[in-house]
């Protein structure tokens, strides 16, 4: 099931509108090509993981401006008749080539390459954008949340603070792609299969007298999916309480899933209470580990030996702390004016240059299938190697079919298996090469030449 | 107009449903009273702007769980029958307490204040912090930015970088209030009222054979609201194919509105854009910025004596990239058991001590009505002060009828207006003082005294 969501055919930056206007009279007939890709990595980031695609998918399929969109750009007083009746009229009837789902890319790749009328490339640039970057971001700092916690599970609880109601679907979504084994946002669980997962909180023990009383009251009722927060008032004394809670359960024919430490020093905490749970014969009880963590403090938790077996991630996964952002563009590459061919174009001003062309992104694997290195070149060379970019929408009929959640999730396994193990470690010491063909590498030169030599004599 | 989203009852996290069946058992007839404030505020905040309001309000009001929800819960396996049918039923029937949207607060002060039977305070939980850390911490990072800008205008160009569609309207609504005169975001426009701007993007430029012929066509269109992007190519190039077309659109009696900056070096550029414009006659035209703009480098181009009459602010104040997520917590500080009086009660994990009871907020004025200090003490005290939680929710009925935007935009204005100006600072060395009112001291002393000793017997 996908997100219907609000109508968002004006989820647009206005001058995509303006400029799309200003298109309608002078270039009506002109077509484009963009390369949505990201200019750098951010720091802590050897590599990325596509995400977002389903959205992008279902955006082209039923993007449409409603009369009330159409009356309220009316009511600006900004725009022709004749622009409100093309945007009446508008369906995206382009080409869209893309990365799967779940992919690892790198700087300078497009994940997304749309050829169209200029003014559909260029109206659907923000949405694009803007959900590449959320999800591109979350299933990529969360890749790095599942590769820093050594095959133990990882639970999504970010819900509370994460950017919105959107995002907080959003981030469960990529993040269990990326490889989390669930997550707290039920509506996730409901609109695409993302299994949920709850403790409780402490102002539930806090409502019952005596901690002991609100453990018991929760395992009656959840006999079978009991994880007890035992951290509210002294955590050895909330141990134990646990434990009898546990055994009383053990007696009922049920298993006590896990108690959840949620405070400072886990590291040491968790081996006391692995200690007393085994001592009472509860080795199967689980420990679960939340509080402000991360990749870096996840780490940390299992290099000092802590005996976790699962950490529950909020905060600083659902908002990719450390870089809530991706450096994620839409650029031309190529542009074509009505019976024209297609000629290359590129973006000149300091440090922002651009690459040329219809491109392709070759991937280049060893014999054991691992990744050796990328070459970004045009689409129509003859480089030996993955081609990541496939159709996907071809004049405007979506003709991929984006696996399950759970196949994606496979693939973007599979894929992360196949990274140098250099790039898979917490702290990034090494990047991956990524080259530039020899033909896009002279595409550049001539092309720079030449709007140099223009733009003197403009 | 509202939004109206998506059906957001099962944006919960579990463990708020979990508990509240357990509750259904055991508590029934229990209820609540639970705080929402930020424990501490993030780095660079000297204040924070609350924001998120009518959200909180729109969703108290259509809180239902409809058919899908509940046969989506039921499927899960989780939950009793008596449960699902108390959930088909579900209504807030409790009390909201809160500050006025645009009201400045500081840490430990709650923003909303919820009494209620202790399950339906739960359930709302997590939408309430989900909702108030986006937009309090969008408008407090936006209202840096308009600080640091000292008079002059702000727009939010965040759009392609908010986490989600959600964020990119909510960004656009909490910066206006904060002071922002604009939004690119066009949904924005429709759905809340907030003015919309932009101007034309390097791709358009770069469409054209040459610069002049893209800045004639957007002209030719729009010769009322012209801002022309100068830095595609040669930037000094660019300003002077911009006054060719200032000139051209004068002379037909219409002004260039101006020129757009999004290069690196924007001081000095601005100040020779500023002198050609001014020399060719054109001083009506005014200079924009943009590109990866924030507080402290506003701060810094005018410190510079850079000539910008606007900034277009984007990612690093669409994401509060310093700062993207706010401490903001919700703790119970009072229960009640069936006819019992309530009582107060308070959390004792390490660093995480709660203040319980019943409270207000107190601001106290001096005689030109600056903000001298905030007493945070219990509702009951006789405390002379402006009381800045007022009711807005009884027995699930909304009270309280937000303001329209450009009032609470207005009233955001004049508050932040009172604050001690060396608040009111890019780099924050102060702390604005906030008591705690010797009532409330005495109340969590014995209180810490009585949990203490109930526990180590307990």
Request: with cysteine; proline share 2%; charged share 25%.
């Amino acid at each position: 099931m996908r997100v219907v969501g609000m109508n968002n055919a004006l989820l647009v930056d206005l001058y995509e509108l303006t400029m799309a206007q200003s298109y309608l009279v002078y270039k009506k007939e002109a077509c484009a090509t963009f390369d949505l890709f990201i200019r750098q990595l951010p720091r802590n980031r050897a590599y990325l993981v596509f995400c977002g695609l389903e959205d992008v998918l279902h955006y082209i399929k039923n993007l449409r401006f409603s009369k009330e969109d159409l009356s309220y750009l009316k009511s600006t007083g900004m725009f022709s008749q004749e622009f409100l009746t093309y945007l009446r009229r508008f369906r995206f009837r382009g080409d869209i080539w893309g990365m799967r789902e779940g992919e690892i890319f790198f700087a300078n790749e497009p994940v997304l390459r749309v050829t169209a009328s200029i003014l559909e490339a260029q109206i659907i640039e923000s949405f694009l954008l803007n959900t590449v970057n959320l999800q591109t971001m979350i299933a990529s700092k969360a890749s790095r949340v599942v590769v820093a916690a050594r095959e133990r599970s990882v639970y999504d609880f970010s819900l509370r603070r994460t950017h919105g109601q959107d995002a907080g679907i959003k981030v469960a979504r990529s993040s269990y792609i990326a490889g989390f084994s669930g997550t707290s946002c039920v509506l996730a669980g409901k609109l695409y299969g993302v299994p949920i997962v709850g403790t409780m909180a402490h102002s539930f023990v806090m409502s019952f007298k005596q901690e002991i009383d609100s453990f018991l009251a929760y395992a009656h009722v959840f006999p079978e999916r009991t994880i007890l927060l035992v951290d509210t008032y002294e955590t050895e004394i909330g141990i134990a309480n646990a434990i009898a809670v546990g055994l009383r359960l053990k007696e009922r024919g049920y298993r006590l899933q896990g108690i959840r430490l949620d405070s400072p020093d886990i590291a040491s905490l968790s081996r006391k209470a692995r200690r007393a749970l085994d001592r009472a014969g509860l080795k199967g009880v689980k420990i679960f580990a939340s509080g402000n963590l991360d990749e870096f403090k996840i780490k940390e938790l299992l290099d000092r030996g802590s005996c976790i077996d699962s950490f529950g991630v909020g905060t600083c996964m659902g908002t990719s702390e450390d870089a809530p952002s991706l450096d994620v563009i839409y650029k031309i590459s190529e542009v074509k004016d009505g019976s024209q061919d297609f000629l290359p174009t590129m973006k000149l001003s300091k440090g922002k240059v651009t690459y040329p062309g219809r491109k392709q992104v070759y991937r280049i694997l060893d014999t054991q299938g691992r990744f050796v290195k990328d070459i970004l070149g045009l689409e129509k060379e003859k480089i030996k190697g993955e081609k990541l970019l496939i159709k996907m929408v071809k004049q405007g009929r979506v003709i991929y079919r984006n696996p399950s959640l759970d196949k994606i999730r496979a693939y973007a396994a599979g894929r992360l298996s196949r990274v140098p193990w250099q790039l898979q470690q917490v702290y990034v010491r090494r990047t991956y090469p990524v080259r530039i063909s020899r033909s896009l590498k002279r595409l550049r030169a001539t092309l720079e030449r030449q709007i140099k030599k223009r733009q003197s004599f403009g």
